[in-house]
C-alpha cells in the first residue's frame, strides 16, 4: 500500500476564534501552522485566507502572502481554495488561481451547505477545469454528493481534466453526503481505477473515515476546516495536534506516512496527465 498522504485543512471559511481559540487567520499565523503541521507529518496544506478582520476572502495579495510565507518554511504543498465562502463571486473565487500552485481544489458541483447552497454550476467548473489545466495546477475533485464524481467524468470527456484523478471525498456536511462508513465505500467504489482519493470527515465524522481510509488504501484530510476538537468536548489545541494523531494511527496500523517530495510523486504532481 502506497504512503498516507495527510492534508491540513487549517482555517476553512466558517470557523470563528469564538468558536476554536487556536485558529491561525493572519498570513503568518496561517504559515506556522502550516510548517506545524508539516513537522507532525503532513504533505499537503489547504488554504483559505482571511482579511484583516478575520473574515474570509480571495485576495490574490493575501493568498500571496501565505504562499511566500509558507515556502520560508518548508516544501509542504500549497493547495489554495477556490471554494472560498458561499457568497464569494466566480472571480473571486478564482483569484488564487493566478499565482500557479502546485494544486488547488474544484468543487464538482452544487451543494446545500447547511443553511446556505454552496453554488457550482457545470459553466462554473468547466472554466475552473480549463484554467487548472492552462496553467498545469492539479485539481483536487471536492466531492459532496454521489453525482459530483459523474460531473467530474463529464468534464474529463471533454479533455479539461486528465487521468489519473485526485478526488476529496467531503463527508458529512449538513445537507449533503453523510459521514457514514457505507456512504465512503459507496463513493470509493464509483471512481476510475487508478485514481487517488481524499476523505474530510466533517466534525464526529473526522476520526472514523480517517481510520478507514488508512486501512482502504486512501489518504486523509484533518483540520479547524473540518472539526475542531480534539475529542467530544475537548477543542483540539492546534491543527498539528490532528495531523500528529492520524500520522500515529497510520504508522501503528503498519502504513508509513508520506513526506511533499512522495506526496507529489503519488498524486503525478508535475508529471504527465
Known amino acids: 500500500m502506497?504512503?498516507?498522504?495527510?492534508?491540513?485543512?487549517?482555517?476553512?471559511?466558517?470557523?470563528?476564534?469564538?468558536?476554536?481559540?487556536?485558529?491561525?487567520?493572519?498570513?503568518?499565523?496561517?504559515?506556522?501552522?502550516?510548517?506545524?503541521?508539516?513537522?507532525?507529518?503532513?504533505?499537503?496544506?489547504?488554504?483559505?485566507?482571511?482579511?484583516?478582520?478575520?473574515?474570509?476572502?480571495?485576495?490574490?495579495?493575501?493568498?500571496?502572502?501565505?504562499?511566500?510565507?509558507?515556502?520560508?518554511?518548508?516544501?509542504?504543498?500549497?493547495?489554495?481554495?477556490?471554494?472560498?465562502?458561499?457568497?464569494?463571486?466566480?472571480?473571486?473565487?478564482?483569484?488564487?488561481?493566478?499565482?500557479?500552485?502546485?494544486?488547488?481544489?474544484?468543487?464538482?458541483?452544487?451543494?446545500?451547505?447547511?443553511?446556505?447552497?454552496?453554488?457550482?454550476?457545470?459553466?462554473?467548473?468547466?472554466?475552473?477545469?480549463?484554467?487548472?489545466?492552462?496553467?498545469?495546477?492539479?485539481?483536487?475533485?471536492?466531492?459532496?454528493?454521489?453525482?459530483?464524481i459523474n460531473n467530474a467524468l463529464r468534464i474529463e470527456k471533454k479533455g479539461l481534466i486528465d487521468r489519473p484523478i485526485h478526488f476529496d471525498f467531503v463527508m458529512g456536511v449538513p445537507g449533503a453526503i453523510p459521514g457514514e462508513i457505507d456512504d465512503l465505500i459507496y463513493l470509493v467504489s464509483h471512481i476510475p481505477p487508478n485514481s487517488t482519493w481524499t476523505v474530510a470527515g466533517i466534525g464526529k465524522y473526522e476520526l472514523s473515515l480517517a481510520v478507514h481510509a488508512i486501512l482502504m488504501g486512501g489518504h486523509v484530510r484533518v483540520g479547524f476546516e473540518d472539526n475542531i476538537y480534539f475529542k467530544k468536548g475537548e477543542l483540539a489545541k492546534s491543527n498539528a495536534q490532528l495531523v500528529e494523531r492520524i500520522a500515529k494511527i497510520s504508522i501503528e496500523l503498519g502504513r508509513e506516512v508520506a513526506g511533499p517530495e512522495e506526496a507529489r510523486k503519488i498524486l503525478n504532481i508535475g508529471g504527465e496527465g
Open 2 to 148: 502506497e504512503k498516507l498522504i495527510i492534508t491540513a485543512a487549517l482555517t476553512g471559511a466558517e470557523v470563528t476564534r469564538e468558536q476554536q481559540p487556536a485558529l491561525p487567520m493572519s498570513p503568518q499565523e496561517i504559515a506556522q501552522a502550516a510548517y506545524d503541521c508539516y513537522l507532525a507529518g503532513a504533505s499537503i496544506v489547504h488554504v483559505h485566507a482571511r482579511d484583516q478582520k478575520g473574515n474570509p476572502t480571495q485576495s490574490i495579495y493575501v493568498y500571496k502572502e501565505i504562499k511566500e510565507e509558507i515556502e520560508s518554511r518548508c516544501n509542504i504543498i500549497f493547495q489554495p481554495s477556490t471554494g472560498g465562502a458561499v457568497y464569494h463571486t466566480f472571480e473571486e473565487r478564482r483569484q488564487p488561481l493566478e499565482l500557479n500552485p502546485e494544486m488547488a481544489t474544484l468543487s464538482a458541483g452544487t451543494t446545500n451547505f447547511g443553511k446556505d447552497i454552496f453554488l457550482n454550476t457545470e459553466e462554473y467548473i468547466e472554466k475552473f477545469a480549463h484554467e487548472m489545466k492552462q496553467r498545469k495546477i492539479k485539481p483536487e475533485i471536492e466531492v459532496f454528493e454521489r453525482g459530483h
